[in-house]
Each structure stands twice: as structure tokens, then as C-alpha cells.
């Protein structure tokens, strides 16, 4: 059984940094891509950053590019999403979740992720 475990958010003011990560255990990851999402109150869950896992070619998304990295350490089998410039609309609950069908390129749509961590709330103030 795959499990995936975010840690790392919490409340900090706009400008500031946070490090989310995510533990993956239950399986060999070498193969998949890990993703990052997010979903602000009201809102759709939209599409963060990703990585594949056997290639390290990542993708983020337009409104983080530039602030927002993506990182794997394959022997911890964790993922992390280093979180800059933070503003009040980054503000929402960030999942990890790993694709297990991905390729040389990360994928962005959430339908095709098989498993998802529990969440981690980021809350942003101004």
C-alpha cells in the first residue's frame, strides 16, 4: 500500500518561505512521477509542480515559476516543493501525489495521479 505524508505547512506572512515535503513509502518510486497540487477554499484543486522520478525533469506551473521549486532525494524516497516570495493567494492546501504511469515528463492532470497524501495547510497572510 502506497502512503504519502506531507509535513511542512503552516502560517507565515507574505514574502516569507516554507519547505513542504513529502515521505513516500509502500513502494519503488524510480519509475513514477511525484506531483504537487494545491486547493484554495472554494476553488478547483489546480496543478503545482511535478517531477519524474527517473528522469529529474520537472514542471511547474506558471503562476509559481520562479518562486516555487521542485526536488526529489531518490534514497529517501521524499519529495519537496521549497516554497519562496510566498503571496496571499498561494494561500490553500497542498497535496503530494505520485503518478504511477508517468514518464520522461511529469503530467500535470490530476486524474492521472493514483494516490495522494493527506494534505498540508499553507495559509499566507498579508
Known amino acids: 500500500q502506497v502512503q504519502l505524508t506531507e509535513s511542512g505547512g503552516g502560517l507565515v506572512q507574505a514574502g516569507a518561505s516554507l519547505r513542504l515535503s513529502c515521505a513516500a513509502s509502500g513502494h519503488t518510486f524510480s519509475n513514477y512521477g511525484m506531483g504537487w497540487f494545491r486547493q484554495a477554499p472554494g476553488k478547483e484543486r489546480e496543478f503545482v509542480a511535478a517531477i519524474s522520478w527517473s528522469t529529474g525533469i520537472t514542471d511547474h506551473a506558471d503562476s509559481v515559476k520562479g518562486r516555487f521549486t521542485i526536488s526529489g532525494d531518490n534514497a529517501k524516497n521524499t519529495v519537496y516543493l521549497q516554497m519562496n516570495s510566498l503571496k496571499p493567494e498561494d494561500t490553500a492546501v497542498y497535496y503530494c501525489?505520485?503518478?504511477?504511469?508517468?514518464?520522461?515528463?511529469?503530467?500535470?492532470?490530476?486524474?492521472?495521479?493514483?494516490?495522494w497524501g493527506q494534505g498540508t495547510q499553507v495559509t499566507v497572510s498579508s
Open positions: 501525489a505520485a503518478d504511477l504511469a508517468a514518464g520522461v515528463f511529469p503530467r500535470r492532470l490530476g486524474q492521472l495521479y493514483a494516490y
